[in-house]
């Protein structure tokens, strides 16, 4: 049986549907053609450059001796100079990475968040969330779900209340348009209400545990029994 992970909080917006049929089959496809590469060498990169004060040719050259597949490779240096140029001239008074926390979802289904840092200048608490997608980045309802779950799990942090949330897009504005760096401030962002983000949740929930019932070999309801959507070209998979 293929594995059915759990996805974090920015997966579930990114891959919610309206109906929980559609994201068990989209659950489904993503665990049976799992994700080849993640994005974690850029997250070093980010600590390397902002904390570290490791030159920025010294990093990209790690990137390109230890990535041994070339379009992996040159993925993630795409990202790099946008990186490079964010954080050139920010010297953060301290950094530090946050525990994992998890998110209730519903029918015990439990999502993990986990924010790659935080780090402060003059006394004002930044957290900065890194979405890394080439196209199709978090929009409309599905960043709105996203915002208001990370709200209500900082909110439980009185350490992190006060923190300027940031959400950094590094996606590409057209089809054959390279990569640029949109900084969005969630201040900016609307929160969902109650009733909406529930119905949504609840729609998840489902979703998922009929992923795993059809990954386990228990047939769906007949209504479910549908074509799978044709794969998203820039959604290889959940933890990319």
């Known amino acids: 049986m293929a594995e059915l992970r759990v996805p974090s909080v920015q997966h579930l917006a990114r891959n919610w549907r309206d109906e929980p049929a559609a994201i068990a089959r989209l659950l489904v496809r993503l665990a049976l053609n799992p994700p080849r590469f993640n994005y974690n060498p850029l997250y070093l990169a980010v600590r390397d450059l902002l904390v570290l004060r490791v030159p920025y040719e010294q ?29 050139a001239g920010v010297s953060p008074d301290f950094y530090q990475t946050i525990d994992k926390r998890y998110y209730p979802v519903g029918r015990g289904l439990m999502v993990p968040f986990e924010p790659p840092m935080i780090y402060g200048v003059g006394g004002q608490l930044y957290f900065p969330w890194f979405s890394f997608w ?100 820039d959604q290889p998979g959940l933890f990319d």
Do not use: W
């Open 59 to 87: 990093v990209a050259e790690g990137i390109r001796r230890k990535v041994k597949n070339e379009k992996v490779r040159n993925n993630l240096l795409s990202v790099l100079p946008l990186i490079r140029d964010h954080f």
């Open 134 to 233: 080439r196209r199709n980045p978090l929009a409309r309802e599905r960043l709105s779900l996203f915002v208001t779950l990370v709200d209500e799990v900082l909110m439980q942090d009185p350490d992190l209340e006060t923190a300027r949330f940031e959400i950094l897009d590094f996606s590409c504005p057209g089809p054959k348009a390279p990569r640029t760096l949109t900084v969005l401030d969630a201040r900016d962002i609307p929160r969902m209400d109650e009733a909406r983000k529930t119905q949504m949740l609840e729609a998840f929930a489902e979703g998922y545990f009929q992923a795993l019932a059809t990954l386990a070999g228990t047939p769906p309801p007949p209504e479910d029994r549908d074509e799978p959507p044709p794969p998203d070209p």
